[in-house]
Each structure stands twice: as C-alpha cells, then as structure tokens.
C-alpha cells in the first residue's frame, strides 16, 4: 500500500514563528487531507489538497503531486496551533485513507 | 456544514460485554463511512470501510466477528465491539466522505471520537 511519511516528528516554536511541516507520499493519490487533531481527539480538515496551493487566514498549503509532497505553513503561530498535525492521502484507485505518523507541535507563550 | 457525530463519547464497561458506537452525518449523505482505531500517541490505522446497504469491507488483521459494522441509511454507521476485552480499549474515530446531488467527493469529516475502557 501507499507509505506516507510526515517531517519533523516533532516541533517546538515560540509564539510568532512561522514553520512548515512536510509529507511525502509514495504514489499517485486521488484525495490529500491536512488535519489538526486537538487535545480531545477531534480531527478538524485543514485542507483538502490533493494538487494546488490553498490558503486559509494564517495557514496555508502546497501539493506538488507530480513530485509526491505536501507542504503545509503556519504562519505568525499561536499557543492554540499545538496538538498533532496529520496529513493523509488516498491512491488514485480508491478512497481509503492512509495516515502519516503525525508532526507534534508544540507553541510556547 | 459537513458535521459528523459519535455517540458516545467515552464509555466504560466490564469485559466480556458488547458496546455500539454510532456514527452519523448530521447534514449530508454519506453512502460511504469508515472506521479508525487510535492508540495513544499513535496514528490513526483504518479498520473498515462501512458502505450503506451492503456488507462492510475490513482491512487485513482486523475481526469482522469481533467489529460488527452496521450501515442502514445514507446517515447512520454503527461499529459494534462484541465481547470486549481490556485489548479493545482504543479511541475509536469515524468518518463520513461527503455526498451531494448524487456525487461523492473524495474528502472526508470526522467525529469526535469514542474512547473505549474495557475493564
């Protein structure tokens, strides 16, 4: 099945910095999702981009499909941005989602 | 829009016993839900994909005797977890891909989660 890796594991910022996090995906994908899942496990969609550069307020992302990766930016970054941040693809031939292990980020005051 | 629900949110109960977990699209359609298991500081692996009206598809290694998945209407998935064991304690999380006018799309919304203690 498709390997989707997610970069860095884990990132530590102060308030105000910007920072990207990165997927790489294995093969050519149908549907690529950015999550944020918060402190109770809620999933919230971030984006929906499985090709194309998206922009929503403080955020933003890029897939470069061709290339099999995905960008996703935090700009001006706020304590409330913690928590985990997954990406997740499904190949071309279906609509199965496969996740990455996740980017912990963690924004200090 | 684009709202799913879990029900419940957390439950507790003692081994041996049987726990339903429904899951619903609040405000639109969904002929295809699925199923997700997370352990604690974990990803999120896909169990099942649950289509309405017909039987559910389980990815490899998981029981479908032991997750029955139940997809009666466009609205409603049920995964219910049979005789569980401490093992089967677990945040299990749905989610719903997006139906209008007859089309699917590809993204998906999930619920809030049910956190599963078996004792």
């Known amino acids: 099945g498709i390997q989707v890796e997610q970069s860095p594991p884990d990132l530590i910022l102060q308030e105000g910095a910007n920072s990207t996090l990165r997927c790489n995906f294995s093969d050519s994908v149908n549907n690529l999702q950015w999550f944020h899942q918060n402190p109770w496990g809620q999933l919230i969609n971030l984006f929906y981009?499985?090709?194309g550069t998206k922009q929503n307020g403080r955020l933003s992302a890029t897939t470069v499909a061709t290339e099999r990766y995905s960008l996703l930016y935090i700009s001006s970054s706020q304590t409330t941005d913690s928590g985990v941040y997954f990406c997740a693809v499904a190949e071309t031939s279906g609509s199965r989602l496969t996740f990455g292990e996740g980017t912990q980020l963690t924004v200090n005051p | 829009g684009a709202v799913v629900s879990q029900h419940p949110s957390r439950v507790i109960c003692k081994s041996g016993t049987s726990v339903k977990i429904e899951c619903r699209s609040l405000d639109f359609q969904a002929t295809t839900m699925f199923w997700y298991r997370q352990f604690p500081k974990k990803s999120l692996m896909l169990m099942a994909t649950s289509n309405e009206g017909s039987k559910a598809t389980y990815e490899q290694g998981v029981e479908k005797d032991k997750f029955l998945i139940n997809h009666a209407s466009l609205t409603l998935s049920t995964l219910t977890v049979t005789s569980a064991h401490p093992e089967d304690s677990s945040f299990y999380i749905c989610s719903a891909r997006l139906q209008t006018s007859g089309r699917a799309y590809n993204e998906q919304f999930f619920g809030p989660g049910t956190r599963l203690t078996v004792l």
């Open positions: 981009i499985p090709s």
